[in-house]
T-cell receptor, first 115, second 114 residues
Framework: EPEVTQTPSHQVTQMGQEVILRCVPISNHLYFYWYRQILGQKVEFLVSFYNNEISEKSEIFDDQFSVERPDGSNFTLKIRSTKLEDSAMYFC?????????????FGEGSRLTVL | AQSVTQPDIHITVSEGASLELRCNYSYGATPYLFWYVQSPGQGLQLLLKYFSGDTLVQGIKGFEAEFKRSQSSFNLRKPSVHWSDAAEYFCAVGSYNQGGKLIFGQGTELSVKP
């Protein structure tokens, strides 16, 4: 069964460093997302991406964050200068869209620890 | 404000017992409703979804959920719990107009005792 894959599974970084989290969505999906879950808190929407541009972003997704689909398969989340509060599990998700809008397929997550 | 409430943070049930996990939502548009499960170290797996039609929906692993518009609820049920069901369960709400922007509940951690 096709699945969303994420790398790395865990990354430890120093505050102020740049981090790139990578995702390979399901191949025929058209909509891509990043969510995050701070330990003990809710899963929160960060950003949606369609047709090579951001469709929507939350207030969390400030100028320190960016997303890119550099080729036909990868979808990346970059945090330019990490802060302690960026420590979280980051989930990538994708969906076909259309009638199945909202039925997201999630990856296993990338745990980011900022020291 | 749009929100999802899962009132039970942690539930413990005996193996073979029935299970009901509660979910209430507040949402302005016609909701799409989802239950996801997360096992330790795993991603979020979709258990079932409600878009429209029959308000009782069946999902994977023997789970079902019932949409009650009057109560703004979408409770998850399973008649007989297995030890492998121990995991964290998340209720989420979205809509067609919101694309894949889902609002998640806090999650309910399920423990299963032998």
């Amino acid at each position: 069964e096709p699945e969303v894959t994420q790398t790395p599974s865990h990354q430890v970084t120093q505050m102020g460093q740049e981090v790139i989290l990578r995702c390979v969505p399901i191949s025929n999906h058209l909509y891509f997302y990043w969510y995050r879950q701070i330990l003990g808190q809710k899963v929160e929407f960060l950003v949606s991406f369609y047709n090579n541009e951001i469709s929507e972003k939350s207030e969390i997704f400030d100028d320190q964050f960016s997303v890119e689909r550099p080729d036909g398969s990868n979808f990346t989340l970059k945090i330019r200068s990490t802060k302690l509060e960026d420590s979280a599990m980051y989930f990538c998700a994708s969906t076909m869209g259309g009638a199945n809008t909202g039925e997201l397929f999630f990856g296993e997550g990338s745990r980011l620890t900022v020291l | 404000a749009q929100s999802v409430t899962q009132p039970d943070i942690h539930i413990t049930v005996s193996e073979g017992a029935s299970l009901e996990l509660r979910c209430n939502y507040s949402y302005g548009a016609t909701p799409y409703l989802f239950w996801y499960v997360q096992s330790p170290g795993q991603g979020l797996q979709l258990l079932l979804k409600y878009f429209s039609g029959d308000t009782l929906v069946q999902g994977i692993k023997g789970f079902e959920a019932e949409f009650k518009r009057s109560q703004s609820s979408f409770n998850l049920r399973k008649p007989s719990v297995h030890w492998s069901d121990a995991a964290e369960y998340f209720c989420a709400v979205g809509s067609y107009n919101q694309g894949g922007k889902l609002i998640f509940g806090q999650g309910t951690e399920l423990s299963v005792k032998p």
